[in-house]
């Protein structure tokens, strides 16, 4: 019986494959007919993945916290993922817009579904189960901060208070980062130390994060839209997916984060420290730090009030309820 030619195209193309790696196509064929066909549980490893959720208490909703915490991760790997592969290109227009496009979608149904942190759990049992987590906190985050040296100079990290003096001197970014805007918020409330969250990790991360930064100097996302040329650096698809992204980073999820915080941490007549002890009433709110990625882009009025219509909002919403 004779074999269909498109079945016989592609063993002559195997074959040519296998060829020039200097391998045996009869080999890997007989690997393929002893092999076990794919599963959907075995392809994405689903015992392990619901395997790895382990609550420190007997709190119901820590399984929440627990859970939604890794979902966001691992949006955070495929912004990256993403991030990665416009850097591997190069200055493109159309790819970068593209996959800005997708990492966009990637942090809309990050901040659209943030209401399971949000209203999803119970004020007592988070209030509880929090105390078992000291000091680890989502500020510990290193794929976040990834995203942010991907995304921008180096420059547009550094706290706002000394961001301008450092501007033009020429300061490596082993300096820089000593400055970057996350450390000030975690420092202990009472003493400005800073706190052991922090200090974890920095241990873990700090040498990581710096040669990352100093890798992408030429070719994060702002560098490489400036090595565009004029006609595609004014293209109104690129400028929008570079200003969502500026919006969805630097506005959106910092303010989800601080809806929730508002919710379960705040208190009359005092504050209560977040976990960790950093300190989310000025960490959070982006008019603390107007952290923006791509300031070209937007008018002097929109970095001016920078995030403050959204926190108006949230504390507006939170005193009526």
């Given at each position: 019986?004779?074999?269909?030619?498109?079945?016989?195209?592609?063993?002559?193309?195997?074959?040519?494959?296998?060829?020039?790696?200097?391998?045996?196509?009869?080999?890997?064929?007989?690997?393929?007919?002893?092999?076990?066909?794919?599963?959907?549980?075995?392809y994405i490893r689903l015992d392990t993945?619901?395997?790895?959720?382990?609550?420190?208490?007997?709190?119901?909703?820590?399984?929440?916290?627990?859970?939604?915490?890794?979902?966001?991760?691992?949006?955070?790997?495929?912004?990256?993922?993403?991030?990665?592969?416009?850097?591997?290109?190069?200055?493109?227009?159309?790819?970068?817009?593209?996959?800005?496009?997708?990492?966009?979608?990637?942090?809309?149904?990050?901040?659209?579904?943030?209401?399971?942190?949000?209203?999803?759990?119970?004020?007592?049992?988070?209030?509880?189960?929090?105390?078992?987590?000291?000091?680890?906190?989502?500020?510990?985050?290193?794929?976040?901060?990834?995203?942010?040296?991907?995304?921008?100079?180096?420059?547009?990290?550094?706290?706002?208070?000394?961001?301008?003096?450092?501007?033009?001197?020429?300061?490596?970014?082993?300096?820089?980062?000593?400055?970057?805007?996350?450390?000030?918020?975690?420092?202990?409330?009472?003493?400005?130390?800073?706190?052991?969250?922090?200090?974890?990790?920095?241990?873990?991360?700090?040498?990581?994060?710096?040669?990352?930064?100093?890798?992408?100097?030429?070719?994060?996302?702002?560098?490489?839209?400036?090595?565009?040329?004029?006609?595609?650096?004014?293209?109104?698809?690129?400028?929008?997916?570079?200003?969502?992204?500026?919006?969805?980073?630097?506005?959106?999820?910092?303010?989800?984060?601080?809806?929730?915080?508002?919710?379960?941490?705040?208190?009359?007549?005092?504050?209560?420290?977040?976990?960790?002890?950093?300190?989310?009433?000025?960490?959070?709110?982006?008019?603390?730090?107007?952290?923006i990625f791509y300031p070209e882009l937007?008018?002097?009025?929109?970095?001016?009030?920078?995030?403050?219509?959204?926190?108006?909002?949230?504390?507006?919403?939170?005193?009526?309820?």
């Amino acid at each position: 019986m004779s074999l269909p030619q498109p079945i016989v195209d592609r063993i002559k193309l195997l074959e040519e494959k296998y060829t020039a790696m200097g391998q045996d196509l009869l080999s890997y064929l007989d690997g393929l007919l002893y092999a076990d066909v794919c599963t959907y549980w075995d392809y994405i490893r689903l015992d392990t993945l619901l395997s790895l959720q382990q609550p420190r208490t007997q709190f119901p909703d820590e399984t929440v916290f627990i859970m939604y915490h890794q979902v966001t991760e691992l949006y955070f790997k495929l912004a990256l993922h993403e991030l990665k592969q416009i850097v591997e290109r190069g200055p493109d227009a159309a790819f970068m817009t593209e996959r800005l496009q997708r990492v966009n979608r990637y942090f809309s149904v990050l901040t659209s579904s943030f209401d399971i942190m949000v209203e999803g759990m119970e004020r007592e049992q988070f209030q509880k189960f929090r105390m078992s987590l000291l000091p680890a906190s989502g500020f510990q985050s290193a794929q976040y901060r990834m995203i942010e040296i991907y995304a921008t100079d180096f420059i547009h990290l550094v706290d706002k208070d000394v961001r301008e003096s450092m501007r033009n001197g020429n300061h490596p970014v082993a300096e820089l980062f000593e400055h970057i805007y996350w450390k000030a918020g975690a420092t202990e409330l009472s003493s400005g130390k800073k706190t052991l969250t922090l200090r974890q990790f920095e241990e873990k991360y700090s040498v990581e994060l710096v040669r990352l930064a100093e890798s992408l100097e030429r070719n994060n996302m702002l560098a490489l839209y400036h090595a565009l040329p004029e006609a595609d650096r004014n293209s109104d698809e690129l400028r929008v997916a570079l200003k969502q992204l500026d919006v969805n980073v630097n506005i959106n999820w910092p303010l989800v984060h601080y809806k929730s915080a508002v919710r379960y941490l705040q208190a009359n007549p005092a504050d209560i420290a977040a976990t960790g002890g950093t300190n989310w009433q000025k960490y959070l709110p982006p008019r603390f730090q107007k952290r923006i990625f791509y300031p070209e882009l937007w008018s002097a009025e929109e970095q001016e009030n920078w995030g403050k219509i959204w926190v108006e909002n949230v504390l507006s919403s939170q005193v009526k309820s």
